[in-house]
């Protein structure tokens, strides 16, 4: 009871100072009336066509259809500023919204407040926010959660990347399935899992990855990724014709500036060299490119688009160490997250850890 009626009376004092404050009262009646900034606005407006037509910007006609958008304006204004200062119409308003106040607060105390527990202070209470989570106990929470909810597809979609930053790819793998059996296969899922799958089995992308990069490519002929894929292990294994079709094919989705084209037109170059009985460059001999282009990046920098480029290299090398190095340093040169939006994206699609 003791609480109640402190409520009420804290309750009715606080009306009270709202209804003063908002009612209005005249205080220094001579004094000069200040323009609102939307009034002051317009007069300034006024000025500039006067200059303007005074300069010869305008012609009469012009300034006189100017003016007389100006006065319709200000004169609305008025009507508008008339209205809502009414002294009248203000207090029943502020007395309205007082009420309001007293039986909203009234009303929602009543129906989630407890005055009947026990005052308790502020250290005690057990409504503290737990201390940030490290990744692995995030990971370690998830799947807790998709033990006794197998079915999670949200859990299984979140985990997922998680397990390739981590370097579980087989992990990963088991995961994407779970979500292509739960929700059904789509381009980019087919490719994460022969990602995985190639990731785990050291870069080789024979077998259940290259099918996998197929249907992903047949079920979306605009798939970056998965044609990617499937043009690289072409040349490799020295298909040069299908090779070349599939670099071209992919590059016409290129909208230009891609951090993956110079490679693509690489691999064109190299299907194209063995197709007319040229030397195609071997793996050694790339890797010496891309050793040459490592050195230029660490020297004297580059671009994101090129560090991208040197980690995808990497990565196509089946370096993953050197891939990891280079990745650090493209972190530490562009330590914004936002620059890095693809490279960041690539590292996670292949198991390289943001370390610092």
């Known amino acids: 009871m003791i609480f109640w009626s402190l409520a009420f009376v804290v309750t009715a004092v606080?009306?009270?100072?709202?209804?003063?404050?908002?009612?209005?009262?005249?205080?220094?009646?001579?004094?000069?009336?200040?323009?609102?900034?939307?009034?002051?606005?317009?007069?300034?407006?006024?000025?500039?066509?006067?200059?303007?037509?005074?300069?010869?910007?305008?012609?009469?006609?012009?300034?006189?259809?100017?003016?007389?958008?100006?006065?319709?304006?200000?004169?609305?204004?008025?009507?508008?500023?008339?209205?809502?200062?009414?002294?009248?119409?203000?207090?029943?308003?502020?007395?309205?919204?007082?009420?309001?106040?007293?039986?909203?607060?009234?009303?929602?105390?009543?129906?989630?407040?407890?005055?009947?527990?026990?005052?308790?202070?502020?250290?005690?209470?057990?409504?503290?926010?737990?201390?940030?989570?490290?990744?692995?106990?995030?990971?370690?929470?998830?799947?807790?959660?998709?033990?006794?909810?197998?079915?999670?597809?949200?859990?299984?979609?979140?985990?997922?990347?998680?397990?390739?930053?981590?370097g579980r790819f087989a992990d990963a793998a088991n995961a994407l399935r779970k979500v292509i059996a739960l929700d059904g296969p789509t381009a980019d899922r087919e490719t994460d899992l022969g990602e995985a799958l190639m990731m785990a089995k050291d870069g080789d992308a024979s077998g259940e990855p290259l099918a996998l990069f197929r249907s992903a490519s047949n079920r979306d002929v605009t798939h970056v990724r998965s044609r990617y894929y499937l043009a690289s292990e072409a040349t490799r294994e020295g298909d040069f014709a299908t090779a070349k079709a599939e670099w071209q094919g992919l590059l016409k989705l290129s909208k230009g500036g891609e951090s993956w084209v110079a490679n693509a037109e690489a691999g064109l170059a190299a299907a194209e060299a063995g197709l007319n009985g040229g030397e195609v460059p071997d793996n050694s001999a790339i890797a010496g490119m891309v050793e040459g282009f490592s050195s230029r990046l660490n020297?004297?920098?580059?671009?994101?688009?090129?560090?991208?480029?040197?980690?995808?290299?990497?990565?196509?090398?089946?370096?993953?160490?050197?891939?990891?190095t280079a990745y650090d340093a493209a972190r530490k040169a562009y330590p914004n997250a936002g620059d890095r939006t693809e490279l960041d994206v690539l590292a996670a699609d292949n198991g390289l850890v943001a370390s610092n």
């Not at 020297?299 to 891939?323: F, K, N």
């Open 14 to 166: 606080a009306c009270a100072a709202l209804y003063y404050a908002g009612a209005g009262r005249r205080v220094n009646a001579a004094a000069a009336v200040v323009d609102s900034p939307e009034v002051a606005h317009l007069k300034l407006q006024l000025k500039e066509i006067e200059s303007d037509l005074a300069l010869g910007r305008l012609g009469a006609a012009e300034a006189t259809a100017a003016k007389g958008e100006l006065a319709r304006e200000l004169m609305r204004l008025k009507a508008t500023t008339r209205t809502a200062t009414d002294p009248g119409t203000r207090r029943g308003l502020v007395a309205v919204a007082a009420v309001v106040t007293a039986v909203l607060a009234f009303g929602v105390y009543g129906a989630l407040g407890r005055p009947d527990l026990p005052a308790q202070p502020l250290a005690e209470r057990q409504d503290v926010p737990p201390p940030e989570m490290t990744l692995d106990d995030a990971i370690a929470r998830i799947e807790a959660q998709l033990k006794l909810k197998p079915d999670d597809l949200r859990g299984w979609t979140v985990i997922a990347p998680a397990y390739m930053q981590m």
């Open 299 to 324: 020297d004297s920098g580059g671009t994101i688009e090129e560090w991208t480029r040197l980690v995808r290299s990497r990565l196509v090398l089946g370096q993953t160490e050197l891939a990891q």
